[in-house]
Nanobody, 115 residues
Framework: QVQLVESGGGLAQAGQSLTLSCVAFGIRFDMNTMGWYRQTPGNERELVADIANFGNTNYADSVKGRFTILRDDAKNTVYLQMNSLKPDDTAVYYC?????????WGQGTQVTVSS
């Protein structure tokens, strides 16, 4: 059974940092592209960042220079380091794994940034 378990969300003030973690179970983690998406009420889920199995990364323009995505294949874990947080970063953040036609989502973790 595939599970993506996120942790690390919470409340932060503008300018502070948070790190999200996602541990994957039941997949060949090292062969998956791992990503973080976010969603706010009434809006579509949007890509924040992803990292391919060979290490290439991709970031949304809104987070470039502030967020960093990392993966540790030995721990089946992907991280999202979020620095210089802004109120606009407030959202539910979802972990995602994809490989070929397979696609899996975590349950989401809330990040709230106050001004």
């Amino acid at each position: 059974q595939v599970q993506l378990v996120e942790s690390g969300g919470g409340l932060a003030q503008a300018g502070q940092s948070l790190t999200l973690s996602c541990v994957a179970f039941g997949i060949r983690f090292d062969m998956n592209t791992m990503g973080w998406y976010r969603q706010t009420p009434g809006n579509e889920r949007e890509l924040v960042a992803d990292i391919a199995n060979f290490g290439n990364t991709n970031y949304a323009d809104s987070v470039k220079g502030r967020f960093t995505i990392l993966r540790d294949d030995a721990k089946n874990t992907v991280y999202l380091q979020m620095n210089s947080l802004k109120p606009d970063d407030t959202a539910v953040y979802y972990c995602h794994a994809r490989r070929l036609s397979s696609s899996y989502w975590g349950q989401g973790t809330q990040v709230t940034v106050s001004s």
